[in-house]
């Protein structure tokens, strides 16, 4: 179930981080998120708790119970709270309508599926104040969820801490199917006892103390009085002989304005309501003895259900019990009778009119009638909405004035529509949570993209729609290089083979670009060209460059040369000095580098040799005491520069092969 999944989820991300989320989730081969409303495979929660076991390192047990504590909280966050609150007086009253709880959720509201199967929880009362809590579930393993959720309400509803053992843990008897029935013992300790509603009722020792405390508080002159305003029973209606704190448990404290604990119901002597008025009052009930025979009836389920008009049938023959799932026996009805029964006609005993609509189902409570002997099954239609009535070919006038039932019929019309609002809003959101993922990884892509164009501070400036400025760099080392021959192998192959050879050339070079933390600036045809502090300023940048240059050489060496299929051989050109870079053009910008520098390193590239690295003088003075080693080459003429000295880069003396191409 998805509020289920969706509370686990909740808690491994608080107390241990969306990533640990993550991890069991891949492990457990699950989604991220799950729809609050929806129904999902049992398998998916034992495999997210058994995974969760495995990656925190904790037992079970201890993840359950943590899980159950930690439920109850995210129940109370979303919504709960007040539902939860209003359950009962005390834990005993708390537990035992957890199952009425249960079954508005799965009957009332929509928004829970039909497909809910809740768990059951049956309390008994032990003489010493303990109790006896059965847990019912198909769902085998998950039992000590119950201690932790129980544990968190008692000490939040009822201010008392409760200890919980399991006593005894057997395969489901008591009712059809084979269910896991757990038994746990219950014992408590009140935090503050005797202080308001949240304490157990059956405390005798608080009864005591309040005894004691009104004994001080009357003085004779009240308690007098209040003998006299109780003590003429002789016209009383049912006149018993009471002690004198009986009698002033059940009336007002003289002149303090305070309700005394305990009180004792005042019957008739008869009952002052005829056969006919109590079967039409009451159009949904029925009274039936130990051998399932049926006494009595109400005149609605009569109409619906004719058989029953034949006093002394056996109820069994037309009905089955839904809920809970007992056998249609009067000591499984007993045992479980604090649960609310919901009962449903069998098809096959109904009129043939009735055949084709969906079978009528009856919700309520049963009442034992000690001395009748007999069960007293007062109930309603269950019935959700207008359709529901319609398809019956029931109507409102058959539902008691007094039964709420009129009115959630009434009310579930709206709130079905609120409802399907709600899901289809749950189902968007979810919608919109995958797009926006889907999203953030395309823009992941695109920043890419633009970060492999531009350097990264000039794309966010231009993302932000902020003008570029262009900047001047007082020192840098810039490379350019070419393949040797390039013109003869385009003429002597087909294009394809020329674009395979040239990707994988940059492909290896692209690499060493983040190896040696160069930027690459361009490449046009064979050119490539790099630039080492640009656009970050780093006083290292000759070295890196330079290494870089050792690295082309060396990867050059694996790209094979299409015509004569042997390596391609390529010339390098570098020289140091001052330029200005800037943004150039809008529709397609260009991160370009503008200066005599730019000129000087393509002449070294040109007037270089193949396989060789050509240095200028300005590149020679800043690598000469950076542990390399150069040669000279001495003067040569340049175009357009005339003569210039220059000098062939040839190794790094202090980095190895593998540390020059980056291999580990």
Same mark, same amino acid.
């Given at each position: ?70 439920? %109850? ?48 929880? $049956? ?34 509803? %009822? ?32 935090? %503050?006892?005797?202080?308001? $509603? ?45 002690? &004198? ?149 029931? &109507? ?41 993922? &889907? ?40 490379? %350019? ?89 390529? $010339? ?30 393509? $002449?070294?590239?040109? &007037? ?57």
């Amino acid at each position: 179930y998805g509020f289920i999944n969706t509370c686990l989820k909740s808690l491994v991300v608080e107390k241990y981080g969306e990533e640990t989320w993550e991890k069991l989730r891949l492990q457990a081969g699950v989604q991220d998120s799950f729809l609050t409303f929806e129904v999902y495979k049992d398998e998916i929660t034992m495999q997210l708790v058994d995974k969760a076991c495995k990656v925190l390192g904790v037992p079970a047990d201890l993840v359950l119970r943590e899980f159950g504590k930690y439920f %109850f909280e995210f129940c109370k966050r979303s919504g709960y709270d007040h539902m939860l609150r209003t359950l009962g007086g005390n834990l005993y009253e708390f537990i035992e309508n957890l199952d009425a709880l249960h079954s508005y959720l799965f009957w009332f509201c929509f928004f829970f599926p039909q497909e809910m199967n809740a768990p059951s929880f $049956r309390v008994e009362k032990n003489e010493d104040g303990s109790m006896h809590l059965h847990y019912y579930s198909d769902r085998r393993g998950l039992c000590h969820i119950v201690p932790g959720i129980i544990g968190a309400a008692a000490l939040d509803f %009822f201010n008392i801490e409760i200890s919980m053992k399991i006593v005894n843990q057997t395969e489901e008897e008591e009712r059809t199917g084979k269910k896991e029935h757990i038994v746990f013992l219950v014992t408590q300790n009140p935090l %503050f006892p005797c202080k308001g $509603r949240n304490e157990f009722s059956s405390s005798s020792q608080c009864l005591v103390d309040s005894e004691k405390q009104i004994e001080n508080q009357l003085n004779k002159e009240d308690l007098e009085k209040a003998k006299n305003a109780s003590g003429d029973t002789g016209n009383s209606v049912c006149p018993v002989k009471k002690s &004198h704190w009986k009698t002033l448990r059940g009336i007002i404290t003289l002149g303090k304005g305070k309700l005394l604990r305990g009180f004792d119901p005042v019957y008739p002597k008869s009952l002052w309501i005829d056969t006919k008025t109590f079967c039409n009052g009451l159009p949904f009930h029925m009274v039936f003895d130990k051998e399932l025979k049926v006494k009595q009836a109400g005149v609605s389920i009569q109409k619906i259900v004719p058989g029953l008009q034949t006093m002394g049938i056996s109820l069994d023959q037309y009905f089955r019990i839904v809920h809970p799932e007992v056998p249609f026996t009067i000591s499984s009805i007993q045992k479980f009778i604090n649960s609310q029964f919901v009962f449903q006609t069998r098809r096959e005993m109904m009129p043939e009119s009735w055949r084709e609509r969906p079978m009528l189902e009856l919700r309520g409570q049963m009442m034992w009638m000690e001395p009748l002997q007999c069960m007293l099954y007062l109930c309603s239609p269950l019935l959700r909405t207008l359709h529901e009535l319609e398809e019956r070919q029931m &109507h409102l006038a058959d539902i008691a004035p007094h039964d709420a039932t009129r009115d959630l019929i009434l009310l579930n019309q709206q709130r079905l529509a609120e409802m399907e609002l709600s899901n289809q809003l749950e189902r968007k959101k979810e919608e919109l949570r995958v797009l926006s993922k &889907h999203l953030e990884e395309e823009k992941k892509k695109t920043e890419a993209l633009l970060y492999a164009m531009l350097p990264q501070h000039v794309a966010n400036q231009l993302k932000e729609g902020k003008r570029v400025e262009a900047g001047e760099f007082k020192e840098c080392t810039i490379l %350019f290089s070419d393949v040797v021959t390039f013109t003869n192998i385009c003429a002597q192959c087909e294009p394809i083979q020329i674009v395979l050879m040239l990707n994988s050339m940059y492909l290896r070079f692209d690499r060493l670009t983040t190896v040696h933390d160069v930027y690459k600036v361009e490449t046009i045809g064979d050119a490539y060209m790099v630039v080492g502090g640009v656009p970050v300023p780093v006083p290292t940048h000759a070295e890196r460059v330079a290494n870089f240059a050792l690295g082309m050489i060396m990867a050059a060496k694996g790209v094979q040369n299409p015509v004569s299929g042997n390596p391609i051989q390529i $010339r390098v050109g570098i020289h140091t000095g001052p330029v200005l870079a800037g943004v150039v053009g809008e529709k397609m910008p260009r991160y370009c580098l503008f200066g005599d520098t730019v000129n000087i390193a393509s $002449r070294m590239e040109s &007037h270089g040799v193949p396989s060789k690295i050509h240095l200028s003088s300005s590149a020679y003075q800043c690598l000469k005491y950076k542990n390399f080693e150069i040669t000279e080459r001495g003067e040569i003429e340049v175009k357009g520069k005339g003569k210039m000295h220059t000098y062939f880069l040839i190794r790094n003396k202090s980095a190895t092969e593998n540390e020059i191409m980056g291999r580990p």
